[in-house]
C-alpha cells in the first residue's frame, strides 16, 4: 500500500473509502472516538463437553492452530489486550479494524452497486472476485471453507447465505457479506466474542430474517 499510494493502509481506507461513503469505520482508531467504543469480551468457555474437547485438541501444543493463535512471539490472544488504546490505534488491517455494523453493511453495498453516487467496484470486478479459488479443508481451522479472491464464498461463508453472497465472518461471531442477486448488504457486529464451529448462531439468525424480509 506504501509503496503504490504513498499512505499507509489506515490512510487509505479512510481517504478513498470511509470518507466518501461517510462510513464510521477506522483502520487505526483516533483518541476522538475512543469513548464511543464498547468493551470487547473474549469469549467463555463452551459448555458442551465435546465442543470443549474439540477445541482443547485443536489448540494443543504444537498443533497449528495453537501456532497460529498464539504467534511467534506467543504475546497474541482473544483477550482483554484487544481493549487497550494503543492497540486500537495501529493500523492492522487484517485484526483490528473498528466500527459499525451500518458503516460495514453500507461498504458491502458500495460493492454491487451504488451509495450516494458511489461504487467501488464495478461488476465486472466483483464477478471476478468471486471466482472459486480454493475450495477444501482449511489446514488451520480443520473446517471446509471455500474463497474467491479476497472473499468467502458460500456454502462456508454462512449457512444462510444465498449462492451469490461474498463477504468474510470475522473472528468471535461478526458477519459481513453481499448478495449480488438478491441486491442484499448485511453486516453483524458484536462485543461479547463466540466460538462457534459452524457459524455465529446470532449472526445466522439474523441473517435469516434480513432474508425473509425481501
Known amino acids: 500500500m506504501r509503496r503504490a499510494t504513498g499512505r499507509t493502509f489506515g490512510q487509505f481506507f479512510a481517504e478513498e473509502v470511509a470518507k466518501p461513503l461517510g462510513l464510521e469505520f477506522w483502520i487505526g482508531l483516533p483518541l476522538t472516538e475512543e469513548a464511543r467504543v464498547a468493551t470487547l469480551y473474549p469469549p467463555p468457555e463452551p459448555s458442551d463437553p465435546a ?17 497460529v493463535i498464539n504467534g511467534p512471539s506467543n504475546l497474541f490472544g482473544y483477550d482483554d489486550m484487544w481493549n487497550r488504546r494503543e492497540l486500537k490505534a495501529a493500523e492492522m488491517p487484517s485484526s483490528n479494524g473498528i466500527g459499525t455494523a451500518r458503516a460495514l453493511a453500507r ?10 453516487g458511489v461504487r467501488l467496484l ?17 489446514a488451520v481451522l480443520r473446517l471446509p471453507t471455500r474463497f474467491g479472491t479476497g472473499f468467502m464464498l458460500p456454502p462456508s461463508l454462512s449457512p444462510e ?9 470475522g473472528a468471535g461471531g461478526s458477519l459481513a457479506l453481499a448478495d449480488r442477486d438478491r441486491e442484499l448488504a448485511f453486516a453483524y457486529v458484536m ?16 441473517l435469516r430474517a434480513a432474508y425473509a424480509s425481501l
Open 51 to 67: 465442543v470443549r474437547e474439540l477445541l482443547a485438541q485443536m489448540m494443543a501444543p504444537g498443533t497449528l492452530l495453537a501456532r
Open 107 to 116: 461498504l458491502y453495498a458500495s460493492l454491487i452497486g451504488p451509495i450516494d
Open 122 to 138: 464495478s461488476p465486472q470486478t466483483v464477478a471476478a472476485a468471486c471466482v472459486e479459488q480454493s475450495n477444501g479443508e482449511d
Open 161 to 169: 447465505a444465498g449462492p451469490s453472497a461474498f463477504g468474510h465472518p
Open 191 to 206: 462485543n461479547q466474542m463466540g466460538l462457534f464451529a459452524a457459524g455465529d448462531p446470532r449472526a445466522t439468525a439474523l
